[in-house]
């Protein structure tokens, strides 16, 4: 006997109606407590070729308002590092802003070897575009070789409305920092010491960078005199000032304060030498507080993105390591600039209403002389003799010819084409030609490409490796450097600590204090920051959202 329809509904109806009852109070819970809603804006800062220990190291000359500050009120990541190998400016922005590894963003380096043009590749060199309120040639760069949406761009695709901007003295950190949909990216001109633009972006400036160009701030910094900002007594954990170490200004052949900035201006006849200075800082700080001013940032429902790269470091290592007092005078000094940008950000927006996170995008290997001088383990390398000696030996082995094509961040590129012609078996190739390098002093592996091809590793050195091995870009044979170990004249990242320890804090956006001691990766930024703004992950995001972090949000 067929049952009425009534009667086959009403078992499923009281069981609906049961279920409501029963799961009211839960509900009525969850819905008072509210989601924090997404800041207003994210302003990631990018401190260049900052370690860790850094914080450590000049934690006693840090102000309260600063370093110290994002470290008191914020999350401090004690376990941050970069984990793919050889890594440098461009693979660092890109692993930061996409959330995934040079494997996959496609920048596994600032330069590679191209093998169809044989020559080398710059990871934003792109002639096809000019510069806008600068030289045109320094206006050459676009993101076109970056394989991977970043942050910006999923902000951007979710919300035409959120504007997303990214500047610093490197056109590189600016151009990777914005991505391939931003509003903006902005760098500096070394003819003019002007902050410019190009045609990737706008066909102009924008009146306020014209104006801010016009005040000559570039001219008042460098007519001025760095001198040490504090008494000689505080600066206690550097080498002594003018040492073997130090590269200095040869213009003006001086590696020891005061220097006189003038002088560097009139001899280079530009404002180049302002990035090698504390106050090339203050000018990216004094920009970035224009911009978010004048593009009205986060003064409206749609949550905006800026990355602020704060270059001056990369460059004062370059001339003078990471030991020396001109690091210390510059980080007791961007400390003062951290400082007034937070204030301004909380004065602006309240501290719950804007999310930052401060990291590095690599670290710094300690100078061959300084490493010597207290007794550590330590040689230099230089790739050009072993090259010299490989291609002899290949020589010797098969028939004179020109085996080798280029070399680029410790990658050796072969001729692939050559070796094809002659008959010659590219795995076996490879294999002799890394069985030889491995015995040169100084390398303590060498690693085949088509052994990261062919081969899935789960940790260790070979999965840092393979992070960065891309198989259209990079080389035949990575080099693996001993610890200590310093490629000259190029120092470019590894696998160890000192390059690979940074720093990340994160503040604001309605974080209590606290401290997370697991280890994260550089790539978990993105991911963290898309979980926090309820965004799409980049497209290949293979870094994780820091749970412990999100797990604090609101509290």
């Not at 190291?57 to 999350?75: C, H, M, S, T």
């Not at 496609?106 to 060199?125: C, K, M, P, V, Y």
């Amino acid at each position: 006997m067929r049952r009425k329809a009534s009667e086959v509904c009403r078992p499923a109806i009281i069981l609906v109606l049961l279920s409501a009852i029963l799961l009211a109070p839960l509900m009525g819970h969850a819905a008072n407590q509210k989601a924090p809603a997404s800041p207003k804006l994210v302003v990631r800062i990018v401190v260049e070729q900052m370690r860790y220990e850094m914080l450590l190291r000049y934690q006693d000359v840090f102000g309260e308002d600063g370093f110290r500050r994002l470290a008191k009120e914020g999350v401090v990541c004690r376990n941050a590092r970069v984990d793919y190998a050889n890594g440098d400016r461009s693979a660092g922005f890109a692993s930061l802003t996409t959330g995934t590894h040079p494997s996959l963003h496609g920048i596994i380096s600032n330069r590679w070897f191209d093998r169809l043009t044989s020559s080398h590749t710059q990871a934003t060199e792109n002639n096809q575009y000019q510069g806008v309120g600068g030289q045109p040639d320094n206006g050459h760069h676009a993101p076109h070789q970056l394989m991977a949406s970043t942050t910006g761009d999923e902000l951007k695709l979710i919300n035409e409305q959120s504007r997303v901007f990214s500047l610093g003295l490197h056109p590189v950190s600016a151009v990777l920092g914005a991505g391939k949909l931003s509003d903006g990216a902005f760098w500096m001109d070394d003819k003019t010491g002007n902050w410019m633009s190009n045609t990737f972006y706008m066909d102009s400036l924008p009146y306020w960078v014209n104006n801010f160009n016009s005040k000559d701030l570039e001219n008042i910094y460098m007519n001025r005199t760095w001198s040490k900002l504090l008494p000689d007594s505080n600066y206690t954990v550097s080498t002594v000032d003018d040492n073997d170490s130090e590269e200095g200004f040869l213009l003006i052949y001086r590696k020891k304060f005061p220097y006189d900035l003038k002088s560097l201006k009139l001899k280079s006849h530009s404002y180049k030498y302002l990035k090698y200075t504390p106050f090339g800082n203050t000018y990216t700080k004094d920009f970035a507080l224009a911009l978010i001013t004048n593009e009205q940032l986060g003064m409206d429902e749609h949550t905006d993105l800026l990355n602020i790269s704060f270059s001056a470091s990369s460059y004062v290592n370059e001339l003078f390591g990471p030991r020396s007092m001109e690091m210390e005078d510059l980080y007791i000094r961007l400390d003062r600039q951290i400082a007034h940008l937070l204030e301004f950000l909380e004065d602006r927006f309240g501290k719950n209403e804007v999310l930052v996170v401060l990291t590095s995008e690599r670290g710094a290997a300690d100078s061959y002389e300084f490493r010597k001088s207290k007794g550590l383990t330590t040689q230099k390398f230089k790739p050009d003799h072993g090259l010299t000696l490989l291609q002899s030996y290949l020589n010797l082995v098969y028939e004179p010819a020109e085996w080798i094509t280029g070399y680029s961040n410790r990658q050796i590129y072969l001729n692939h084409g050559l070796i094809d012609r002659k008959g010659y078996d590219i795995e076996s190739f490879q294999e002799r030609v890394a069985r030889f390098m491995v015995k040169k002093s100084g390398v303590a592996y060498a690693v085949k490409s088509t052994t990261l091809q062919n081969s899935s590793y789960s940790e260790g050195m070979m999965k840092k490796i393979q992070n960065s091995f891309h198989p259209a870009r990079s080389g035949d044979v990575f080099l693996v450097l001993e610890p200590g170990v310093i490629e000259v004249p190029e120092r470019s990242g590894s696998i160890y600590s000192y390059d690979t320890h940074i720093p990340m804090m994160w503040w604001g956006n309605g974080f209590p204090a606290g401290t997370i001691h697991q280890r994260v990766n550089l790539q978990d930024v993105a991911p963290t920051i898309s979980y926090l703004l309820d965004l799409p992950y980049p497209d290949a995001s293979f870094g994780n959202p820091i749970i412990p972090l999100i797990e604090k949000e609101g509290e």
